[in-house]
């Protein structure tokens, strides 16, 4: 498994790509019933998701740990909510049991649930991290892309489409929806980290050297993945 070492150094956006989304499984399942997207609170806007994902891991963090429907709903809950190290851990353990052939059947429940509603972020979070995990990359960053005009102040949802992104040689493109999250939220260690490292790939190291100074705590984070 590929690890990102404790101190920047010059990696590749398509190996952060792999790192971030560490061990994805090949097969991801329907969202629980009576899990909906979180209503408007009349605050002004800030980073967060429409998708109340606490709630999500609430729900699933007591199930057995060989169940896996419970391993993946809590490691694209964690996903969403920039918890990387337990995401990692969820997503090892549903790649481990090795189950491609039932993944592919519930990706196709999960884009017949998005013919009827294609405004469900959930499982329309799970279709994208299944093209990911499939090597299905343009297919991915679309879903991506749909994530972001249905949870435009989800930071991490714009943090995979950029990876997507990456992953089609489409970097200008990755970097611009960097920069969007970043105008979010300008404290996102994780959103620095990959604009530095998308400036190294584009030659542009002094403002790669910026970036990664302000991404130490995911750095470091990424360096505890074993």
């Known amino acids: ?34 899990l909906a997207a979180a209503g408007d609170s009349g605050e002004a806007p800030r980073p967060g998701s429409r998708v109340d994902w606490s709630a999500i891991v609430a729900a699933n963090g007591n199930r057995a740990p060989d169940d896996l429907e419970g391993r993946l709903y809590l490691a694209v809950a964690y996903a969403n909510q920039g918890r990387v190290p337990e995401a990692a851990r969820e997503f090892r353990a549903i790649e481990a049991a090795g189950y491609s052939e039932f993944g592919r059947e519930v990706i196709a429940r999960a884009e017949q649930v998005l013919d ?20 299905n ?29 990456s992953r089609i040689e489409q970097l200008d493109r990755a ?12 404290s996102n260690e994780y959103t620095h980290l990959l604009l530095g490292l998308a400036y190294k790939e584009k030659g542009w190291y002094i403002l790669s050297v910026l970036e990664l100074a302000r991404a130490g705590r995911a750095v470091r984070e990424l360096s505890t993945l074993k």
Not at 10 to 26: D, Y
Not at 116 to 135: C, H, K
Not at 175 to 186: G, H, M, R, W, Y
């Open 1 to 34: 498994m590929l690890l990102l070492t404790p101190v920047p150094v010059p990696v590749r956006v398509t190996v952060l790509a792999r790192v971030l989304v560490l061990a994805l499984p090949l097969t991801l399942v329907l969202p629980a019933p009576g």
């Open 116 to 135: 009827r509603e294609p405004g469900d972020i959930i499982s329309l979070n799970l279709v994208a991290f299944a093209y990911y995990a499939f090597s």
């Open 137 to 165: 990359y343009r297919k991915s960053a679309e879903c991506f892309e749909r994530l972001v005009a249905l949870d435009p102040r989800n930071i991490w949802t714009r943090h995979y489409f950029a990876l997507s992104l």
């Open 175 to 186: 970097i611009e929806v960097l920069k969007a999250a970043l105008a979010l939220d300008p």
